[in-house]
C-alpha cells in the first residue's frame, strides 16, 4: 500500500492556493467545489500571491480562511464596493469577490450593479442556491415559484413574493460587464465547465477586460431539505430551467482569451 | 475694530462677488475676514445674500443680526434689512428697483440707481461694482485703492480685460455716493 | 504658504491631496457637494482614485476596501448621507483600520434642510453603527481649523488604527475665510504590517471585524478601548478664552463656540467674569478641564445648534458640582450672538440650581422666544 504513495501516482491534492484549514460547510454543499476551482485557477494562472479576496456575508462569511491569500471580509452585500475600493488603489492586484444569492442579488444589488456598470476590473463568484443558507432557510431573491422555504412556508407565491431574479441575464445587459457565464455545479462534466468560465473570469480582469461574473448554480442539501444526491437531480431538474446555462456576454476581447 | 456688511439681491446681481472683493481686499490688507453666503434653494432664482466680517482679531460669528452697512439691490433685500440694520448704520440702496424711500430716520440711506449706472459704464453687470464703490464712500471700512488691488489681483485672467470698466463703475459710484452724503444733487 | 481666501469646503479637500490622500469616494450631497467636486477634479490630474459612488452605502465600503490596503482613503458627506454610513465606520472599526470622514452637518432629524447645525454629535462621539466603538471626532470652527485637522486626522487615524471624523456644519463649508494651506506632502506608502495589500513573499493577512467566539470578541473590546485610554490620554484638544478669572463659563464646540466667543467678548464688556471654552476634539472629550474649571466657576452654559448633545458630556465632567445650562438652536438654525448674550446675562444674574436636565426649563425660554 505504502508503495502507491508516490510523486508519480499522484493524480489528486490540495490545491498550493488553499491552506489547510478545514472548511465548515455542510456535507453535500458544493461549495466546497467552487472553492476549488477558484484556488485550481489561482494556481494556474500563478496569481495567488497577487490576489486579495473580499468574503461575503452569509455561509462563505469564512471563506477568507481557505485561501491563502489575502482577504478582507465585507459587510452584507457591500462585497463589490470593497472590492471597488482595492482595486482603484491597487490595480496590479487581482481582486476577486465570492458572493451568495441574499448577498449579491438582494441587500447588494446596488453595489453588484453598480461595479459592473463602472467596469470595474474585478472578478466576481456569484453561488446561487436559491436559498438563504446562513440563516438556515429563508426565501432568496432567486427562490423559485413554488419553492418552499421557512420564510415562504407555502411555497414562493409570485402574487405576494415577486419572480425570482436572472442575475447573468441583467448584468449582461450593462457596458461595463466583460464577461458574464452561468454555470452548474451538478456533474463532473458541469464542473469542469464551470472551470473554465473562472479561468476565463479571472483572465478578463488580468487583462483590464472590465467586471466579470460567473453564477454558479449550487446546492443546498441542509435547507432544501433533500440527500446531496437528490439536490444534484433537484438541481438539474428545476434550477435549470428557471436559470439556463451559458455564456450571456462575452465582451470582443474575452472573445480572444476563449 | 470689527465691521459687518451685509450684501443682499436677486441671484444673477453680483451679489456674493462683490462681497468676495470686500472680502479679498480686506485679507489682502492684513484683516481678519469672513465671507458667508446663504446658500442652497434659495439662490436658484431666489434671493442671494452675503455677510462679510473685517476684523482685527479672531472673527467670532459669522454672522450678524444688526449689520451697520447694507447694500440693497432689490426691493425684497431693502424690505428685509432696512429693519434690520444697526440704528446710525448705513444702506445703499439700488432704486433702480427699489421704487420707495427708507421709512427709518436712525440710518443714513444712499440711492444709487445702480441699473442705468451700470448701463452707462458699459454693462448691466457692473452693478456691483457699482453698489461697491457706493458702499465705500458711505461706510470707509477699506480704501478705494485696496478693493481696486484686490479685484486686480484676483479677478481670473480671462477676465482682467475687464478691470477698467470695473474700477470706472466704483468710481463711479463712490462719487455719486460721495455726492449725495454732501447734499450735492445728482 | 500665503494665505488664501478659501471656502471650506474646498480648503478640506485640497489639505486632504496635500496630506496625501491617495483615493476618495464620495456622493454628492448638500452643503457638501464642492468638497467631491474638487476631488473629481484634482484627484485624476494627480493619477489617484476617485469614484463618484452609488450611495454613500458604497463610499464608506469603498472606503473600507481601499483602507484594508493601508492606503490614505477618506469620504465627506452631510447628515443624511453620514447615516447610511454608520454600517461602513461600525466595520471599519471593528476591523481597526485608519479611515478618515467629514461629516458638514445640515439640519435634522431625516431629510431635514441644508442649513448648519450640530445635530450629529451624539451620532459621531457616542456612536450612531452597531457595537461598542470610539472614533476620534473632532470640531473645527474655522476653514484654518478645517485645514488643519483634516490633515491631522490622518496622522490621528493611522497612529491609532482608527476612524478619524471632522464634523464641521453647513457654514464652515460654505464660509470663505483667509487660510494656509499645508505643503503638497508626497504619497508615502507605508509598509503596514496589518495592510491587506497582496501576500508577496510574505504570510497572508486577513482583515475582518469577525469574531465568532464571544470571548475573543470581548478581548478585541477591551483592546479597543485600552487604544481609547491612550488616546483620551493624549489628544485631547481645545482653545480657551478669557478662562483665566472666569465665574461663568461657556462651553461650544464649531460654529457654535466662534458665535459664542461674540457673545463672551461683548459681556466681558459689559463687566461680566465669562470666559469661553471650545472643545476642538470632541472625542476624546476635555472631561479634565471642565472637570477643574468646575472647582472655580459658578455656573456654565452650554452652547450647541441641537437639542443638547454636547450637554450631557459637560454634565458628566461638571459632577453636579455647579449649574450647567443649555442653549440650543435645533433643526438648522444658527443663533446670533445677542440671544447667547441674552442667557449669559440671564445665568450671571439668576440664583441657579443644579439639575438633571436643564432643556425642559430651556425650552420654556426658547417657546417665549418664539412667540
Excluded at chain 1, 481557505?66 to 452584507?76: L, M, S, T, W
Excluded at chain 2, 444697526?86 to 430716520?105: P, Y
Aim: one cysteine or more; aromatic letters at 8%.
Amino acid at each position: 500500500m505504502a508503495t502507491l504513495i508516490k510523486p508519480e501516482n499522484l493524480v489528486y491534492q490540495r490545491p498550493e492556493a488553499f491552506t489547510e484549514f478545514p472548511t465548515h460547510y455542510c456535507p453535500g454543499c458544493t461549495h466546497g467545489v467552487a472553492h476549488r476551482l477558484i484556488a485550481e485557477v489561482l494556481d494556474e494562472m500563478k496569481i495567488i500571491d497577487r490576489t486579495i479576496g473580499v468574503a461575503p456575508v452569509g455561509c462563505s462569511v469564512f471563506a477568507y480562511n481557505y485561501f491563502d491569500c489575502d482577504f478582507v471580509e465585507a459587510a452584507h452585500g457591500r462585497a463589490p464596493a470593497m472590492a471597488t475600493g482595492i482595486k482603484r488603489v491597487l490595480p496590479d492586484r487581482v481582486v476577486f469577490t465570492y458572493q451568495g444569492d441574499g448577498d449579491l442579488a438582494s441587500i447588494g444589488m446596488a453595489e453588484i450593479m453598480h461595479a459592473a456598470g463602472r467596469g470595474e476590473n474585478i472578478t466576481v463568484i456569484f453561488i446561487n442556491n436559491a436559498i438563504y443558507g446562513m440563516t438556515s432557510g429563508q426565501m432568496a431573491p432567486t427562490s423559485l415559484p413554488g419553492m418552499k422555504t421557512t420564510s415562504s412556508p407555502l411555497g414562493r407565491d409570485v402574487e405576494i413574493h415577486g419572480y425570482p431574479l436572472r442575475m447573468s441575464e441583467i448584468l449582461a445587459n450593462l457596458d461595463g460587464a466583460g464577461y458574464i457565464a452561468r454555470r452548474s455545479l451538478h456533474d463532473p462534466k458541469n464542473i469542469r465547465m464551470a472551470k473554465k468560465a473562472i479561468r476565463i473570469a479571472f483572465e478578463t480582469q488580468v487583462r483590464g477586460l472590465g467586471f466579470a461574473m460567473v453564477e454558479l448554480l449550487s446546492t443546498c442539501p441542509t435547507n432544501w431539505g433533500i440527500t446531496p444526491l437528490e439536490s444534484l437531480t433537484w438541481l438539474e431538474e428545476h434550477m435549470i430551467p428557471a436559470y439556463p446555462l451559458g455564456d450571456y456576454k462575452v465582451a470582443p476581447g474575452v472573445a480572444e482569451i476563449k | 475694530m470689527q465691521k459687518e456688511i451685509l450684501i443682499a439681491g436677486f441671484g444673477g446681481q453680483g451679489v456674493l462677488f462683490a462681497g468676495q472683493v470686500m472680502a479679498y481686499a480686506a485679507m489682502d490688507t492684513g484683516h481678519e475676514v469672513t465671507w458667508i453666503p446663504s446658500y442652497g434653494p434659495e439662490m436658484r432664482g431666489g434671493t442671494a445674500n452675503c455677510t462679510v466680517v473685517i476684523s482685527d482679531e479672531e472673527i467670532g460669528s459669522p454672522l450678524v443680526k444688526n449689520p451697520p452697512a447694507v447694500v440693497a439691490l432689490n426691493l425684497p433685500s431693502f424690505d428685509k434689512y432696512e429693519n434690520l440694520v444697526q440704528t446710525g448704520g448705513v444702506v445703499v440702496v439700488n432704486e433702480s428697483m427699489v421704487d420707495r424711500k427708507a421709512e427709518r430716520k436712525d440710518i443714513t440711506v444712499i440711492y444709487v440707481p445702480g441699473n442705468e449706472m451700470a448701463e452707462a459704464c458699459g454693462n448691466r453687470r457692473l452693478l456691483n461694482m457699482v453698489m461697491t464703490g457706493a458702499l465705500l464712500a458711505a461706510f470707509p471700512v477699506l480704501k478705494m485703492e485696496d478693493v481696486k488691488a484686490a479685484l486686480k489681483a484676483h479677478l481670473p485672467a480671462k477676465h482682467q480685460k475687464l478691470i477698467p470698466n470695473n474700477f470706472d463703475a466704483m468710481e463711479k459710484g463712490f462719487a455719486h455716493a460721495r455726492a449725495q452724503l454732501e447734499g450735492i444733487p445728482a | 504658504m500665503p494665505r488664501e481666501l478659501l471656502k471650506g469646503n474646498v480648503a478640506i479637500a485640497e489639505a486632504a491631496i496635500r496630506a496625501g490622500l491617495e483615493a476618495y469616494f464620495g456622493y454628492p450631497i448638500t452643503p457638501q457637494t464642492e468638497i467631491l467636486e474638487h476631488f473629481a477634479r484634482r484627484m485624476p490630474e494627480l493619477g489617484r482614485a476617485f469614484v463618484q459612488a452609488e450611495s454613500e452605502v458604497a463610499a464608506i465600503n469603498m472606503v473600507y476596501g481601499a483602507a484594508c490596503t493601508g492606503v490614505r482613503v477618506m469620504s465627506t458627506s452631510s447628515s443624511p448621507g453620514m447615516s447610511l454610513m454608520m454600517e461602513g465606520l461600525s466595520y471599519i472599526m471593528g476591523t481597526e483600520i485608519p479611515v478618515v470622514l467629514v461629516n458638514v452637518m445640515r439640519g435634522g432629524p431625516g431629510l431635514g434642510n441644508i442649513a448648519p447645525s450640530q445635530g450629529d454629535y451624539n451620532q459621531a462621539v457616542h456612536g450612531g453603527g452597531h457595537g461598542d466603538y470610539n472614533p476620534i471626532v473632532l470640531a473645527p470652527s474655522t476653514v484654518q481649523e478645517a485645514i488643519d485637522m483634516t490633515v491631522l486626522s490622518f496622522d490621528l487615524a493611522e497612529r491609532y488604527r482608527t476612524a478619524c471624523i471632522v464634523i464641521a456644519d453647513g457654514s464652515i463649508g460654505q464660509m470663505m475665510e483667509p487660510a494656509e494651506l499645508p505643503p503638497m506632502q508626497p504619497v508615502k506608502r507605508k509598509d503596514w504590517e496589518w495592510a491587506t495589500n497582496g501576500a508577496i513573499g510574505r504570510e497572508r493577512r486577513i482583515l475582518s471585524s469577525i469574531y465568532i467566539e464571544p470571548a475573543e470578541e470581548e478581548v478585541a473590546n477591551l483592546r479597543m478601548f485600552k487604544r481609547w485610554q491612550e488616546i483620551q490620554k493624549n489628544e485631547v484638544r481645545y482653545k480657551e478664552y478669557h478662562l483665566e478669572d472666569a465665574d461663568f463659563v461657556v462651553v461650544g464646540f464649531g460654529t457654535a463656540g466662534r458665535v459664542a466667543l461674540s457673545a463672551v467678548r461683548t459681556a466681558r464688556q459689559q463687566g461680566i467674569k465669562v470666559g469661553l471654552l471650545r472643545p476642538i476634539t470632541v472625542n476624546p472629550f476635555p472631561y479634565d478641564v471642565l472637570d477643574e474649571l468646575s472647582k472655580r466657576a459658578q455656573a456654565f452654559l452650554v452652547v450647541e445648534m441641537n437639542m443638547g448633545q454636547m450637554l450631557n458630556d459637560v454634565q458628566l465632567a461638571v459632577k453636579g458640582r455647579v449649574p450647567v445650562e443649555f442653549y440650543g438652536r435645533p433643526g438648522g438654525v444658527v443663533p446670533f450672538p445677542d440671544e447667547i448674550l441674552s442667557e449669559i446675562q440671564r445665568v450671571a444674574t439668576t440664583d441657579l440650581q443644579v439639575v438633571s436636565d436643564p432643556r425642559h426649563a430651556w425650552y420654556e425660554r426658547m417657546v417665549e422666544y418664539l412667540k
